[in-house]
């Protein structure tokens, strides 16, 4: 059984910046894209950004210039470094470990609030 656990989540002011983690089990970790989500109050889940078992990476628009993703096999861990952080920003983060049908973490929440 593959655990996905994240931490990082919290309350900020805008402008603020926060890391997330997310920490997978399993000797596969490398070999699989990952995937950080995000899912607000009466919205549907949104796909943030996803990074490649070659480092290739893609973000959803809004976040393009403020969010780095990025993955440290030898930790089986991947990152989302969240800066100018903004209300609307404000959700449940999930990651996806073995993206696009792999395994979930249980979700950590942000919010961006003054």
């Known amino acids: 059984q593959v655990q996905v656990v994240e931490s990082g989540g919290g309350l900020v002011q805008p402008g603020g910046s926060l890391r997330l983690s997310c920490a997978a089990s399993?000797?596969?970790?490398?070999?699989?894209?990952m995937a950080w989500y995000r899912q607000a109050p009466g919205k549907q889940r949104e796909l943030v950004a996803t990074?490649?078992?070659?480092?290739?990476?893609h973000y959803e628009d809004s976040v393009k210039g403020r969010f780095t993703i990025s993955r440290d096999n030898a930790k089986n861990t991947f990152y989302l470094q969240m800066n100018s952080l903004k209300p609307e920003d404000t959700a449940v983060y999930l990651c996806?470990?073995?993206?696009?049908?792999?395994?979930w973490g249980q979700g950590t929440q942000v919010t961006v609030s003054s």
């Open positions: 399993g000797n596969f970790f490398s070999a699989f894209t």
């Open positions: 996806n470990v073995g993206w696009p049908a792999g395994y």
């Open positions: 990074i490649t078992r070659d480092s290739k990476i």
